[in-house]
């Protein structure tokens, strides 16, 4: 069975640009979380969505914005790009409906902003 | 939140020696994971643990949930253990809380 997979690994965009990242889940895999990693604060929650619903959130300012589709995969948008958002931004997904399954994480986008 | 705390944050090792990782959290967990982060940065599971004990090769790893904190055992390491391994827990609101890390280096 294929992993998780994003698209695309490596970005680099401008201040004040936008971007979308792209995950496509585990097959049979309804939930989607996404995840940015920096080196000043780590491994951080971003949102999680299961059935087209975001179920969570994290406080993370409305820049950030994701949505999910019919067929589980996910995409994620980061408007008006500022220096901090540079970044691993990692996505999961499980299987079943309720929380507390093991996650599995795809390899990530790294988007650079400059 | 739930806060997740790793020791230590560095650990330095001989090839071929064992070595413990721990893992404290501040409340009630339905998940526990393990993770080995790669240097491409993706995470790598090692062990869904939210309690017991499991092995897998070299490694095993201990939940004790109702003292809130896990333990990573690594034996007989080698230069591939090296990296960066993460603990993560969830309650039951679908996100994972990570700890800051474990930076080990396994040395020839």
């Known amino acids: 069975k294929a992993g998780v997979t994003q698209t695309p690994r490596y970005l680099i965009k401008t201040r004040g640009q936008q971007v979308t990242l792209s995950c496509s889940p585990i097959?049979?895999?309804?939930?989607v979380s996404w995840y940015q990693q920096t080196p000043g604060q780590g491994l951080q929650f971003l949102f999680e969505?299961?059935?087209?619903?975001?179920?969570n959130k994290g406080n993370f300012p409305g820049r950030f914005s994701g949505r999910q589709f019919s067929n589980s995969r996910s995409e994620m948008n980061v408007s008006t790009l500022e220096l901090g958002d540079s970044a691993l931004y990692l996505c999961?997904?499980?299987?079943?409906?309720?929380?507390?399954?093991?996650?599995?994480f795809g390899p990530g986008t790294r988007l650079t902003v400059l | 939140g739930i806060q997740v705390e790793q020791s230590p944050p560095d650990l330095i090792l001989q090839e071929g020696a064992n070595s413990t990782l721990r893992c404290n959290f501040s409340d009630s967990v339905n998940n526990l994971q393990w993770f080995h982060q790669n240097p491409w940065g993706q995470l790598i599971n090692l062990f869904y643990?939210?309690?017991g004990t499991k092995q897998n090769g070299r490694l095993s790893a201990t939940t004790v949930a109702t003292e809130r904190y896990s333990l990573l055992y690594i034996s007989s390491s080698q230069t591939t253990d090296s990296g960066v391994y993460f603990c993560?827990?969830?309650?039951?609101?679908?996100?994972?809380?990570f700890g800051a890390g474990t930076t080990v280096t396994v040395r020839a």
């Open positions: 097959s049979g895999h309804r939930s």
């Open positions: 969505y299961f059935s087209e619903t975001q179920r």
């Open positions: 643990i939210p309690s």
């Open positions: 993560a827990v969830e309650r039951a609101d679908y996100k994972l809380s």
């Open positions: 999961a997904s499980r299987s079943g409906t309720g929380a507390g399954n093991e996650q599995f």
